[in-house]
Every structure is written in structure tokens, then in C-alpha cells.
Nanobody, 122 residues
Framework: QVQLVESGGGLVQAGGSLRLSCAAS????????MAWFRQTPGKEREFVAA????????SYADSVKGRFTISRDNAKNTVYLQMNTLKPEDTAVYCC???????????????WGQGTQVTVSS
């Protein structure tokens, strides 16, 4: 089992920045790829970014490429999502997820956090 707890969400003006964190406990953190997904009411869950267990490989949705950066600190069992130049359309609940291999499909992820709300005002 892997337990995931997100933090760092909040209210920010358009153009601002936030850094989300996802702390993991349980099995060996470096053995899991980690990802961030987001969801708004009435819409399907959307892939945001993913990172391999070693951190060597990353993947981003086109909508956030160049603005968001995913990283991880395996010594701290934590994955981060640095979000810059935020837009109102980035407003969503952001969830982190863990899986043995990197993927942009939410169906592949076994473990999920509860999520943290990000609201971007115009």
C-alpha cells in the first residue's frame, strides 16, 4: 500500500504561481512513477504531468507544457508540481497518483491522494 497526501493548493491570481507537494508513505517511493491529475466538476479527470521513479523521465500535458514542472525528492518521499503563469482554466482539484511505471492514463494508477484545490482568479 502507498498513502499519498497532497498540500499546497489555494487561491492565486492569474499569472501567479503555486507549488503543490505530495507526500508518500508505505512501500519504496523510488519504485513508483508519480503523476498529477486534475479534475473539475462535470469533466473527466485530466492528466497533468508524470515522472519516473528515478526522476529521469517526465511527461506533460500540452496544456501545461512550459508552465508546470514536476519533480521529486526520493529522500523525502515527496513529489512536487511547480505551477507558473497560472490561468483561470487551471482551476481544479489536483490529485497525485502512484504506479510502478510512468503513464498518462489515470486507469494505470493504483494509488491516489485525496486532492488539493487550486483556484485561479482572473
Amino acid at each position: 500500500q502507498v498513502q499519498l497526501v497532497e498540500s499546497g493548493g489555494g487561491l492565486v491570481q492569474a499569472g501567479g504561481s503555486l507549488r503543490l507537494s505530495c507526500a508518500a508513505s508505505g512501500r519504496t517511493f523510488s519504485g513508483y512513477a508519480m503523476a498529477w491529475f486534475r479534475q473539475t466538476p462535470g469533466k473527466e479527470r485530466e492528466f497533468v504531468a508524470a515522472i519516473s521513479g528515478s526522476g529521469a523521465a517526465t511527461s506533460y500535458a500540452d496544456s501545461v507544457k512550459g508552465r508546470f514542472t514536476i519533480s521529486r525528492d526520493n529522500a523525502k518521499n515527496t513529489v512536487y508540481l511547480q505551477m507558473n503563469t497560472l490561468k483561470p482554466e487551471d482551476t481544479a482539484v489536483y490529485c497525485c497518483a502512484a504506479n510502478p511505471f510512468i503513464s498518462d492514463s489515470d486507469a494505470q494508477y493504483d494509488y491516489w491522494g485525496q486532492g488539493t484545490q487550486v483556484t485561479v482568479s482572473s
